[in-house]
């Protein structure tokens, strides 16, 4: 009974110093390293000056360019840092109540910790970006569903797509496939999923007048020049990836040894259709790691709730490794060795390595956002700073 109690208080103090890192993180590390930082601040402020709307990326993110356009413009990078980070940890928590029915504590802490020891879950947070500010709101949608509060999970959903508007998807999954006490007519869901798509467009309006009524926006950059392999390639790698190499070894051997044993896994229907909705757009863009958020939260859930505590702890050390060290299994080449241009790879070859690990990766990445600041103006010299821009 006491080495129960020891173990549960140990998962109880190891969360509460990954909450304390993130916190301290997040008011140090600045801007961060994300090249969509800037122009999400960039939009909030041609708002502000009244001048023709500028949208942050190729389609506009309205919810999160008012956030976190507002909070770096009057209070800084610690106040967008720590909104933002903050959010994905009250999104766990209503993401895992809008689907256990046994409000397990244990599974919850498992759940949380498998989550926030992910580097890209956790790193990928302390950056004042946009994804977090989808997920809460998603997750606050999912639970007042599950309790039929639908009023109000049609506002939230609705958020979520006006933070980003693919997140439809995901909103379109959990109303059709989640599985109430009572089911729902296909009818009301669906009045359901256009009051949610009709609310999220709101947020999109302004655009669409100022593109005369076209919607030439609703667009984004593809690597279609790579051709079929080479995005099967980079589709797989970052999958992979997004878990590190370790864990993700560790998920399939888990997975493939309970299969063996003719184990029988409990998977909600909507978390299968999040996770293949999310592989589905990662195919078509796999672009950034934190796309992948939606699939590894899903995935972490299932374990939660599938997993023996022994598999789980395993689970938690492999993730924690990537934070210290990693192995690669590729040597990219990139068009450039710049730190400020090594975005774009243009060749690739199986070639294990030991490198340094993610958290390495992330305080090394804190100056790179002098690569977007391309003057000496009093703003960019408060970019650098981290300070507030009003």
């Known amino acids: 009974m006491k080495t129960k109690i020891n173990i549960f208080l140990f998962e109880i103090i190891l969360i509460v110093l990954l ?62 840092n720590l909104i933002t980070f903050i959010f994905i940890v009250i999104g766990l928590f209503f993401f895992y109540f809008g689907i256990d029915k046994k409000s397990n504590n244990r599974t919850l802490l498992f759940f949380l910790l498998l989550s926030l020891t992910n580097p890209v879950i956790f790193f990928d947070n302390l950056e004042p970006i946009d994804y977090s500010w989808a997920f809460l709101p998603l997750a606050i949608g999912l639970f ?68 005369g009524m076209s919607l030439h926006w609703l667009t984004a950059a593809t690597p279609s020049d790579q051709g079929l392999f080479g995005l099967i390639a980079r589709f797989s790698y970052k999958l992979i990836m997004s878990f590190s ?14 299969k063996k044993k003719n184990l029988k896994f409990n998977f909600p229907n909507f978390i299968n259709g999040i996770i293949i909705v999310n592989l589905i757009i990662f195919f078509i863009i796999p672009a950034e790691l934190s796309y992948l958020q939606p699939l590894i939260i899903s995935v972490y859930f299932l374990c939660s709730i599938n997993l023996s505590k022994k598999l789980i702890y395993i689970l938690i050390l492999l993730n924690l490794t990537s934070w210290f060290v990693e192995i690669k299994p ?22 294990f390595s030991l490198t340094k690990g993610r958290f390495y990766e992330y305080l090394n990445s804190r100056d790179k956002i002098k690569c977007w600041v391309k003057d000496e103006s009093d703003r960019s010299k408060k970019i650098l700073a981290g300070k507030a821009l009003k």
Do not use: H
């Open 19 to 80: 909450l304390i890192l993130g916190f301290y993180l997040s008011l140090i590390s600045g801007y961060g390293s994300d090249e969509d930082t800037l122009p999400l601040i960039g939009a909030f402020e041609s708002i502000l000056g009244g001048d023709k709307l500028m949208a942050s990326r190729f389609t506009p993110y309205p919810v999160a360019e008012l956030g976190i356009g507002f909070l770096s413009y009057q209070f800084g990078s610690w106040a967008a």
């Open 144 to 211: 007042f569903f599950k309790k039929k509060y639908f009023d109000l999970a049609i506002i939230f959903f609705g958020i979520s797509i006006g933070a980003r508007i693919y997140f439809f998807l995901f909103v379109l999954a959990i109303i059709l496939l989640f599985k109430n006490k009572n089911e729902i007519s296909y009818n009301r869901k669906y009045i359901i999923f256009l009051g949610s798509f009709f609310i999220g467009g709101l947020f999109y309006l302004p655009f669409w007048f100022e593109n």
């Open 245 to 258: 190499v370790l864990t993700a070894l560790g998920l399939l051997m888990i997975f493939f040894i309970l």
């Open 330 to 351: 590729l040597s990219v080449q990139y068009k450039s060795n710049d730190i400020c241009k090594n975005v774009e790879a243009i060749d690739a070859k199986i070639d």
